[in-house]
């Protein structure tokens, strides 16, 4: 390479220096990176909260904090967790970085708009937790504001809502940009068919932003108008219907799991075939998949309300739907499983947590089919099986791959590799850890507990010391794996441009890219997996 | 090379992208009045008798007024672009300055309509409101919200038009580069669009 | 499980197992799948992958497998759930009413309680009612839940097919309470439900009982759920202690404005007709809901009774 | 502009078109404003759907654009008008 001497996008100087260089940027990497820190700086604060919450569940009783305490707790907790880390999550920090590199593009098709993005995300962030110090004290109506408790609260409810509809904005811009990028910036070469999976889950994650996003928005709207002007929408006093809330919130709120998971997906369809040296298997059905996904993923919002009063017709649609969303999902890992068959396998890091996210996805895919069964949800909807059910498939799902994207990507990002022994044992920890928190909450809602509960009965004391004693060990290993890959920025490994030997563009050029990404646009002639 | 900002925005213009980015958003609009729709008809269902006897309190001619107005002005916009395309851009600036007329004009029927529900004292949370029965609350609730929203869709797209007309009179926008003007326009008939659903919903249901 | 504890029991927790059993052989099959490929096909001792790119047959095969699977269990999730659907006509039917928070059930013939008594083997449907905000009845051991929504009446029923006594919780979030939201089932002989409800309904007992001074009030106050908020041993719990409350000199705000006042029955009706109007000092408004549709005039003058009676 | 969205549109074809709405709008005025029970709305409701899709194909452009547009937006509306469905339907199915 001649060119050896432009600068890369870290080391770049614009218009303006250091921080403000930052905070003015358009280019999509350093936009990534900006959400990669502060989302880590969210994800801190919301497991935070969670560390707490377990504390006060370790007994029966009062522990630390009064109820109201523990029901803003949990509220800020899910508000946090949901609206400010894996919504945006992976699409907003890899999409960005990841997306324009892997489609051979210079940037995303909006640059400023994308920076606007991360803007509406910062403010969004900020009215929700400004709400917590503001009016009369932190909202407390769980992260799904219900009707009409969240009209009668007393409790800062419409700065929430108003934040999360902020948070809504910026998603949606998010997914217009990316949607537009790959419709307009694909290398030359570059067909629909040989896009990368990565992309193509994004593509179909932008289409859910889009569609799904506004409608919660409204909604959260019209709670804020019912509390700030008294205009009925869903307070029966007023002549309102209670659960038509609940449809249109679960209306965006069901396509919004799926949000979380795509990208998630698409990362992990990344690291199997790079680390197996073979193409993915079943290219065509994994897209086919994540298309099916996020539009049958649509119509299923009902589940959420087998309890609700829902009439009858609507229970039926709704499970039905539920079974048949979970296929796409069974075709994919189904896809991994066989990439495996006859590779060479090599075993690093990013592997690792790839299958360890295939483990604990099924795990909560599986409890999600005990859910998405009428007649077991009625036992268990709303108890600590659910909980179970969402913190396997959420956090283990979208939060393996959120940190399996790191551990594949880092070495991109800042052009060294970590520490790869301490970053596995930092896993090992980490989800040893894992299942000891959450795999007893799967036995406490088989017995009856149910969720959002400050004060419980003694007979589920036991499992619950259990999963308090586990979320001592995850943070262990979470302190573990972020401090390893902070240090390797600077301080430890070796500089590489490609460590794993990708099969896709973003492995071609320098690490870390140089600021336009690729000194020429590439001219893509196969399909994105081929080795050698 | 100068600034970071000068590297990324100077890629190549790309007026489809601009106009994809439109469509896509004009999307995300269609489904954010799609929330209303979904509530109106789920609280019209329930009410039917209520919803019936409210909009008789609505004043058609008014109503009717505003939906000419409005598609007037959706020509006027789609006749400035006609008027860009052909070079002619004193009649493109005619056309845009038009539409804002219009929408204006619009503006100040719906106040005076606003208004004199307002001084009959109806208006959300107002005393006379909570008296109401509970479908007739529904459904003032909703045509207050309704149209407040598409009110402000009114102004943001008055706006726009506004940026544009000062774009094309300093040759911004001209009739090889006019991806602006026809989204301000698509824009515009959207707001139009969500019109043509509400005036018949709020004024004309039997 | 398998507690047969009532008719509900056996056919969910049957589809409990089928899909966890499908699920766990999955889990184990795929899982032992992929370390016996990381085993075999580790590059150490495969070098050379072969570069496959997928097989239809194989796609077609784990979408249909997979889709006659979940089309099972859905079927037995909604065999299962039917039931729950219609009951039978000559079911005893009760109204259940939560408010925050706190349960109070109503008999046929006009008796209430605060805990659910049934009969054994007998159809029971429940009215579902809330007062203010949505709650949900569950009784785990009995496989059954469903939402209380203000504005609509839900049902529920069931058969207790053991004697004994359950727990019964309020499932959905509800507010600061919603955890204290507790409240049992007991399931008694018919012989024994007759007795207690003959003990309950047979006026002239129930005068007898209701002779001593304040005991009138005070079944007033254990049905309708006053103690989930106050305690009448000086406590503090969402409300003021009901202890010697009566004839205090208390400070109260009204419209933001303070003053003290001697507690009396006036102020004590308006308490509970319009609680939001006077704020005693300490306390936050709207915790309490009127009771302008359960308790008359009569009724208050009970609890009034009662209350002055707690020294 | 790009080369396949050439099409320029007339003041006369606008000002037909304009003319076509303001007419289907009286129209449903005047249908609505005899009493014809159920078919009111059902009527009110078509034309408000002729309407649009004059406005989107004519003003918006979708008929002379790529296909892509036209396709999305279709796609768009039939979710929509899914969603609504099926929402409604619990209502009616209680
Ligand atoms: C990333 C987010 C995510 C994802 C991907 C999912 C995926 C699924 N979810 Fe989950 N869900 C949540 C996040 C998510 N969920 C959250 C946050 C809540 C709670 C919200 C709240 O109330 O606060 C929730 C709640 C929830 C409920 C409501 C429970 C209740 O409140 O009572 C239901 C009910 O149907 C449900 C069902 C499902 C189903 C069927 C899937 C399916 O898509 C799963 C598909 C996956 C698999 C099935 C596993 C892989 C397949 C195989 C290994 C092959 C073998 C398969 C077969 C033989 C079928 N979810
Ligand atoms: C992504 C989503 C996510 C994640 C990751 C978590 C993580 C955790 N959650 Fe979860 N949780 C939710 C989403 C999530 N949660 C949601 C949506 C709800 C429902 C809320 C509602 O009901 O409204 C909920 C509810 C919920 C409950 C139920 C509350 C109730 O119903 O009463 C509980 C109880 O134990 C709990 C516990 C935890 C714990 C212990 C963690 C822990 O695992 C967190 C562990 C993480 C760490 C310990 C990280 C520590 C690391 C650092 C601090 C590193 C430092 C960082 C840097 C230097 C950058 N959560
Ligand atoms: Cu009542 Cu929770
Ligand atoms: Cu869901």
Redesign the pocket.
């Known amino acids: 390479m001649e060119n050896n001497h432009l600068p890369n996008y870290l080391e770049y100087r614009g218009k303006y220096k250091g921080l403000l260089g930052w905070l003015t940027t358009t280019d999509h990497k350093r936009i990534g990176l900006l959400y990669m ?1 502060s989302m ?2 969210f ?2 604060t ?6 707490l ?2 504390l006060e ?1 370790i007994a029966p009783g009062k522990q630390l904090m009064e109820a109201q305490t ?1 029901n803003a707790l ?2 800020l ?3 946090s ?2 609206f400010l ?2 919504i945006p ?1 992976v699409a907003a920090v890899f999409g960005n970085f990841i997306l324009p590199i892997i489609i051979g593009a210079k940037d995303v098709a909006f640059p400023r708009v994308n920076l606007l993005s991360w803007y509406l995300y910062i403010i969004g962030a900020i009215i929700v937790l400004t709400s917590q110090f503001m009016g009369d004290g932190p909202p407390d ?4 504001f219900y009707a009409p408790y969240s009209l009668k609260t007393q409790t800062n409810v419409v700065a929430a809502v108003l934040g999360a509809f902020v948070l809504g904005f910026s998603s949606i811009l998010t997914g217009l940009n990316f949607i537009t990028t790959m419709h307009r910036l694909r290398a030359p070469g570059m067909g629909w068919m040989r896009m990368p999976i990565f992309a193509w889950t994004l593509y179909a994650t932008g289409w859910i932003q889009l569609l799904a996003t506004p409608i919660v928005g409204i909604t959260l709207l019209m709670i804020a108008a019912e509390r700030l002007l008294g205009i009925g929408f869903f307070d029966p006093a007023l002549g309102g219907d209670p659960i038509l809330y609940q449809h249109l919130f679960w209306t965006y709120s069901h396509p919004a799991v799926y949000i ?1 998971i795509l990208p998630a997906m698409g990362v992990i369809s990344e690291i199997i075939p790079t680390f197996s040296r073979k193409p993915i298997f079943g290219y065509t059905a994994l897209i086919i998949s994540s298309m099916a996904i996020a539009f049958v993923g649509y119509f299923v919002w009902g589940h959420h309300m087998f309890t609700s009063g829902m009439s009858t017709g609507s229970r039926w649609i709704f499970s039905f739907l539920s079974f048949i969303v979970a296929l796409p999902s069974a075709v994919k890992v189904f896809n991994w499983t066989a990439t495996l068959y006859k590779g060479s396998i090599r075993l690093q890091t990013p592997f690792w947590w790839a299958m360890g996210f295939i483990f604990v996805f099924m795990i909560g895919g599986f409890s999600g089919l005990v859910v998405g069964s009428l007649a077991t949800d009625i036992h268990v909807h709303d108890t ?1 099986f659910v ?1 179970a059910h ?2 396997y498939i ?2 283990g799902g ?2 393996f791959a959120f940190f399996a994207a790191m551990h594949y990507w880092w070495p991109k990002i800042y052009g060294r590799v970590y520490n790869a022994k301490i970053a596995n044992i930092g896993l090992g920890i980490f989800f040893t ?2 299942n000891i ?2 795999f007893p ?1 799967f036995i406490l809602g088989m017995q009856g507990m ?5 004060d419980y009965l003694p007979q589920f004391e036991n499992w619950n010391v259990v ?2 004693i ?2 001592w060990i ?2 262990t290993g ?2 573990i794996i ?2 390893n890959l ?1 240090r390797a920025r600077k301080a430890t490994g070796k500089i590489v441009d490609d460590p794993w030997d990708g099969p896709t563009l973003e492995w071609s050029i320098k690490s870390p890219p140089i600021v336009e990404n690729f000194e020429e646009i590439p001219v893509v002639t196969t399909g994105p997996y081929e080795f050698k | 090379m100068e600034t970071t900002i000068n590297a990324h925005t100077d890629l190549h213009r790309d007026d489809t992208a601009a106009k994809l980015g439109m469509w896509l958003f004009i999307f995300t609009e269609i489904l954010l009045f799609g929330g209303l729709f979904i509530v109106y008809s789920v609280y019209r269902y329930l009410n039917p008798v209520a919803f019936h006897l409210a909009h008789e309190e609505l004043s058609i001619p008014m109503g009717l007024i505003n939906t000419i107005i409005l598609l007037v002005s959706s020509a006027t916009v789609a006749m400035s672009i006609t008027a860009m395309q052909k070079g002619d851009k004193k009649m493109s600036m005619y056309f845009v300055a038009a539409t804002v007329i219009l929408a204006l004009v619009f503006l100040i029927n719906k106040y005076f309509e606003w208004g004199s529900k307002f001084e009959h004292g109806m208006y959300p949370g107002s005393e006379l409101m909570a008296l109401l029965s509970k479908g007739d609350m529904l459904f003032f609730s909703l045509y207050f919200f309704m149209t407040g929203l598409h009110a402000v869709h009114i102004l943001v797209g008055m706006a726009l038009l506004i940026v544009t007309f000062f774009r094309i009179k300093q040759n911004h926008v001209r009739s090889d580069k006019y991806a602006l003007l026809e989204n301000s326009g698509l824009y515009w008939h959207l707001v139009d669009l969500i019109w043509i659903f509400l005036f018949p919903l709020f004024y004309l249901i039997h | 499980m398998y507690s047969g504890a009532s008719n509900l029991v056996t056919t969910t927790d049957n589809v409990f197992f089928l899909i966890i059993g499908i699920s766990v052989f999955f889990l184990i099959g795929i899982s032992a799948t992929i370390i016996w490929f990381i085993i075999r096909y580790n590059n150490k001792k495969h070098p050379v992958a072969e570069q496959i790119h997928g097989s239809l047959t194989l796609e077609i095969v784990w979408t249909v497998i997979p889709l006659i699977l979940v089309l099972i269990m859905f079927f037995y999730g909604w065999a299962g759930y039917s039931p729950v659907r219609d009951a039978p006509k000559d079911a005893l039917n009760i109204e259940a009413t939560a408010r925050m928070w706190s349960w109070s059930f109503k008999y046929p013939n006009g008796v209430q309680t605060d805990t659910l008594i049934i009969p054994l083997n007998k159809a029971v449907v429940l009215d579902l009612i809330s007062i203010d905000v949505v709650h949900s009845l569950y009784i785990p051991a009995f496989r059954i839940k469903e939402d209380m929504v203000p504005g609509r009446t839900n049902k529920m029923w069931f058969i207790g097919q053991k004697t004994g006594t359950y727990e019964l919780f309020c499932a959905e ?1 509800c507010g600061l309470s919603h955890s204290y939201m507790f409240t049992e089932v007991k399931v008694l002989e018919q012989q024994e439900y007759d007795n207690w409800m003959a003990q309950r309904s047979d006026t002239a007992a129930q005068a007898v009982a209701m002779a001593v001074p304040g005991a009138a009030g005070r079944r007033l106050i254990e049905v309708n759920g006053c103690l989930a908020c106050h305690s009448t041993d000086g406590s503090k719990l969402i409300g003021p202690t009901f202890k010697g409350v009566y004839g205090q000199t208390i400070t109260i705000s009204t419209d933001g404005q303070t003053r003290q006042i001697t507690v009396d029955d006036a102020y004590i009706t308006k308490s509970i007709y319009e609680p939001d109007v006077d704020i005693v000092e300490g306390y936050r408004k709207g915790q309490m809901q009127s009771y302008k549709n359960q308790l008359n005039d009569q009724q208050v003058q009970q609890i009034i009774e009662y209350l002055s009676t707690l020294k | 502009m790009n080369k396949e969205n050439s099409h320029i549109s007339s003041y006369k074809d606008h000002l037909m078109v304009l003319s076509i709405l303001i007419t289907l709008t009286v129209l449903t005025v005047a249908i609505t404003s005899i009493e014809l029970s159920a078919f009111n709305t059902a009527a009110a409701l078509l034309i408000a759907t002729v309407k649009a899709t004059i406005v989107l194909l004519y003003f918006m452009h979708l008929r002379f654009d790529q296909k892509v547009y036209l396709i999305m937006t279709v796609l768009v509306l039939a979710l929509l008008v899914v969603v609504i469905g099926i929402t409604v339907f619990d209502y009616i199915d209680r």
């Open positions: 820190y880590l700086t994800f801190a919301g497991a935070v909260l969670g560390i919450m377990r569940l523990y949990f509220t907790h899910g508000l967790m949901i880390f894996v999550g109506t769980g992260w799904t979380m600590y909980v969402f913190h959420v956090f979208t939060g850890g894992f928190i959450y909450m149910p969720r959002r509960y400050y999963s308090t586990g979320s995850m943070v979470l302190i972020i401090t902070l | 979030y």
